[in-house]
């Protein structure tokens, strides 16, 4: 009997340590993979010569997570977690670590940093969840351990950078449904570059392809070494305008939303 008394709670101590270690073990995991992917982003970005990276990938994985509290601000703070870590681990807006020249490559590229379910409990309490609550939450809430005392809106809305989405958060709907898994999404939109060069290159070619055409026309047909020399510069002028304008991009814009699997996946595609 005595043995089975003093068993009890040697066994509610092993649990309660396993539970611990077990929950201990997973977060690290997660702050590991969060690391390891902010690190692959720099390191992209400072791979980059000439405007194209030597790196192809950045080592990035989508979190999965199950939200159980019923607490109302403890769900926005777990949500709010999470588009931290998104928005940190890719260089809070400031880091461009893709590619200046990709041919005929899309504008914009995009990540889901986080799928968020929702256990029962929180289903049974609210069946959906106001995006107005939520803003009211990221707008009130400061940053931890941050030496400036800055919103979780601030940080990821209103830092004032010239390469930020500002003000973009979610709000074709006014509520989310606790039965649909929840998406983080970080987004850049890389703008294609017309500069000088590209204006100068394609004024040439234009040019030298109407003194070509005139000059054919006005000797009936016959095109001696001097205008055939025009065409050639005005093929390749053109010829070198349009492959500038389809690989060629400088600028961009960073984004950070939260949202439906359908809206997330709409804003990737359509947001510029």
Do not use: H
């Amino acid at each position: 009997m005595r043995v089975i008394v003093v068993a009890i709670p040697v066994i509610i101590v092993a649990g309660i340590l396993f539970f611990a270690t077990t929950t201990i073990l997973q977060i690290g995991e997660d702050s590991v993979n969060r690391e390891a992917c902010r690190d692959s982003v720099l390191l992209k970005e400072r791979s980059k010569i000439l405007g194209n990276t030597l790196i192809d990938n950045v080592v990035c994985e989508t979190n999965l997570i199950e939200i159980k509290s019923t607490d109302k601000n403890e769900i926005y703070g777990e949500i709010t977690n999470e588009m931290y870590d998104c928005w940190y681990q890719f260089g809070e807006g400031k880091r461009d670590f893709l590619d200046n020249n990709d041919f005929m490559g899309s504008d914009e590229w995009c990540f889901v940093c986080s799928r968020i379910d929702f256990d029962e409990d929180v289903k049974d309490k609210y069946s959906e969840l106001s995006m107005g609550e939520f803003n009211d939450f990221l707008k009130t809430e400061n940053l931890p351990l941050s030496s400036e005392e800055i919103t979780f809106y601030e940080y990821f809305y209103g830092g004032g950078l010239p390469n930020q989405i500002g003000d973009n958060l979610q709000n074709s709907f006014s509520v989310f449904s606790t039965d649909e898994p929840l998406y983080v999404g970080f987004l850049i939109d890389k703008d294609r570059r017309y500069n000088a060069a590209f204006w100068t290159e394609l004024g040439v070619g234009v040019g030298s392809i109407v003194v070509c055409g005139a000059a054919i026309y006005g000797s009936g047909g016959i095109a001696t070494s001097l205008v055939a020399s025009l065409c050639a510069r005005g093929a390749i002028g053109v010829g070198s305008s349009i492959l500038m304008m389809s690989t060629v991009k400088e600028d961009y814009i960073a984004g950070l939303n939260i949202g439906s699997g359908d809206s997330i996946k709409e804003w990737c595609n359509e947001n510029r």
